[in-house]
């Protein structure tokens, strides 16, 4: 389904809102077109909804501050963004009429693995830059040069969780792992088994559902009797991650709860209620109005929080900044073309609403194309996200 | 493996199964009164969902007056819609299989409009767990299956012993023959589509709280409602209580053994089966 309502009324006011601020006959009459996919409805509908929600709030202070300006011209910014459903077939659709129908040249959010691996087979062959918050080690490469990754993945924040888990909670020696059936699932679950594995952890359970599942009591019922000392709803999204743990806590699991990849907690919470969401740890979430975050981020949650009347996730901060840092790779490139404006990104880091953002990952990828920050570790405490440590990833280390 | 994980597994899978047969009735009903196969009654299983979660809860209003509510409200949104909408495509099923496709994206497109994309949390009616002989039973599914077997069997009373009820069991068996005997067709109908639609109503009212609500929620019940109704026989009810609890059984066993991708190809298996084997279902007539 085509979300162009919204953002186009953003667009329209903005423009209103900035209209006697420009000289007239200048070049403000030229737009350019930038590209927002991610899953808008179904069990994943919050990763998209952040997704086009950070664009949306970037390309509007553009706007309002005049436009974009990339060398003598200035660009209005306008967005088509797509709901793909989590579904491959969609988002490879979904890009083609991105890139055929409305010739963008940016596309600046994804969401989930398979889908990106579908939007990929579009953007890399036709050079469009594409930023992602996809997880898994196919979505970046040598042989994909055009894509980033704008949020840390399970390979970034996986080992650091658990080296932080295995000191300061002991207790646990056996976890299980479960996550959706596709390639964010099992990239993700493969991280966790590897952190698990390297650290001297026992795995239990290494389980995967299909996406769109309601009743978890079936394969729960497996993974329990395996008598996990933990349960990490790895890389389930909030809602459904939200629904295992009220059925496991139904079940009778009591035992601590991580998500790795877990980063709406917010839905989480309130799909699964206080009591089964106590207690969850997730390395991959933030708190915006945490002490662990930056002053810019907590800025933007307030912003992000006015406007939409909801609490940021990760997912919406990271789209953010990867918009911030694309317009002004534009900038500093002086041009649109894509071949200059890589060549400007990669070339030094950018400071942004996560403050300087480095570009690594080419040990674990043989590319630099992810973007690093620290990994803040949160829990979640009487329905609330309250931030307990902050570790580092192993490349942000080097 | 142990006898308790078999059985917890065989309980698993049975726990809901009587919601799905709710669904199942309702489908087959409607095809049995106007031989058409709703595609959008999944839909109505989702108003169902979103009438529990704005009378439940926020507005707090009772649990079952809620579930009543929904079942209400569902059912005259379904008279409204045979009215409008399938009452001329009686006997036509190609026509109203291709306008109740329409009416499904419609009436998830207008859901997401209308309530928004992210899943709405119900708060649990019924917390807790029972333990009996080392097996876990959530007091709230097990509310939920004795709620569902007390409509499927309000559903059973309605049609033997009530004037409407036997009039739609006429019309099922011969519409010709129960207009010149006086039946009100049209009306017979409208009741017809309406109590089907109900029943997804009440479904959805009471899966409510135990999954949250969604625009898309209508789609898993729905597959579930046509294995059930094929595995068991069109049009009968004992044989849709049978195909939900084979269903319920093989899924619950089927995920101790095999990966969830292969869980759900069970249900299609058990539907080719029968239709090779007993292409009436299990318990349908000729």
């Known amino acids: 389904m085509r979300i162009r309502g919204g953002i186009a009324a953003v667009v329209m006011m903005a423009l209103a809102a900035t209209a006697g601020t420009t000289t007239p006959g200048a070049a403000q009459d030229k737009t350019l077109t930038i590209g927002v996919l991610g899953p808008l409805s179904g069990g994943a509908a919050s990763y998209g909804v952040e997704l086009v929600r950070g664009a949306e709030m970037r390309a509007e202070e553009i706007n309002k501050g005049g436009g974009l300006k990339v060398g003598s011209d200035v660009y209005r910014i306008k967005l088509v963004s797509y709901d793909h459903k989590a579904l491959a077939a969609d988002a490879a659709t979904a890009a083609n009429k991105l890139v055929f129908q409305d010739k963008v040249k940016y596309i600046i959010g994804n969401a989930v693995g398979a889908t990106c691996n579908a939007v990929q087979t579009v953007t890399e062959p036709e050079k469009v830059l594409f930023s992602f918050v996809c997880w898994g080690t196919s979505n970046l490469g040598p042989d994909k040069p055009h894509s980033f990754r704008a949020m840390l993945s399970q390979w970034e924040v996986a080992e650091p969780f658990y080296r932080w888990v295995k000191e300061k909670h002991p207790q646990v020696k056996r976890v299980a792992a479960i996550s959706p059936n596709d390639t964010s699932g099992k990239d993700t679950n493969t991280a966790v088994v590897k952190a698990l594995k390297g650290l001297g952890f026992e795995v239990a359970a290494d389980e995967y559902y299909e996406r769109g599942t309601k009743d978890f009591y079936p394969i729960l019922t497996k993974i329990l009797a395996t008598k996990p000392d933990m349960l990490d709803v790895a890389a389930a999204p909030p809602g459904e991650a939200g629904l295992i743990l009220k059925q496991a806590r139904e079940l009778g699991f009591k035992g601590p709860k991580g998500w790795t990849a877990g980063v709406n907690p917010v839905t989480l919470v309130s799909i699964a209620g206080k009591e089964a969401a106590e207690g969850v740890w997730s390395p991959a979430n933030i708190n915006v109005k945490s002490d662990f975050v930056s002053a810019t981020v907590r800025r933007f949650g307030e912003e992000y929080e006015k406007r939409y009347k909801e609490v940021p996730g990760v997912i919406a901060v990271a789209n953010y900044a990867a918009f911030d840092v694309f317009t002004k790779a534009m900038q500093d490139a002086r041009s649109l073309d894509t071949d200059k404006v890589l060549a400007a990104l990669t070339q030094k880091p950018f400071d942004t609403v996560w403050g300087r953002l480095v570009l690594g990952g080419k040990e674990t990828y043989g590319i630099d194309r992810q973007f690093l920050y620290p990994v803040v570790i949160s829990e979640i405490r009487d329905g609330k996200v309250v931030d307990i440590a902050q570790v580092l990833p192993a490349a942000l280390k080097k | ?286």
Request: net charge neutral.
């Open chain 2, 1 to 286: 493996m142990s006898i308790d994980l078999l059985v917890q597994a065989l309980l698993n899978g049975f726990g809901l199964a009587m919601v799905y047969v709710l669904v199942a009735l309702g489908l087959t009903l409607i095809f049995s009164i106007l031989e058409i196969i709703n595609f959008a009654h999944g839909e109505f299983y989702m108003l169902g969902g979103y009438v529990t979660y704005y009378a439940y809860a926020l507005f707090g209003l009772n649990y079952f007056a809620t579930l009543g509510l929904a079942i209400l409200t569902v059912g005259l949104a379904g008279v409204v819609a045979e009215r409008l909408i399938f009452h001329d495509l009686r006997g036509k099923a190609l026509n109203a299989f291709i306008v109740s496709l329409g009416l499904l994206w419609v009436m998830q497109a207008g859901a997401q409009l209308a309530f928004g994309v992210l899943d709405k949390p119900v708060p649990s009616a019924f917390s807790g767990i029972v333990r009996v002989l080392g097996l876990v039973i959530s007091v709230e599914r097990l509310v939920v299956t004795l709620s569902a077997i007390v409509l499927i069997v309000a559903l059973y009373l309605f049609l033997r012993l009530s004037r409407p009820g036997r009039a739609m069991r006429a019309v099922a068996q011969d519409a010709d023959a129960a207009a010149l005997q006086g039946v009100n067709i049209e009306a017979v109908a409208a009741l017809g589509f309406g109590v089907g639609c109900a029943l997804a109503g009440g479904a959805g009212g009471l899966l409510a709280p135990v999954f949250a609500v969604s625009p898309a929620m209508g789609a898993l019940p729905v597959v579930k409602a046509f294995i059930i109704i094929i595995v068991g026989g069109m049009g009968s009810l004992p044989g849709a209580v049978l195909g939900g609890l084979l269903l319920g059984g093989v899924e619950g066993l089927g995920a101790l053994f095999m990966g969830s991708a292969a869980v759900n190809i069970l249900g299609f298996l058990m539907v080719i089966a029968v239709l090779l084997v007993r292409p009436r279902g299990l318990v349908g007539g000729a």
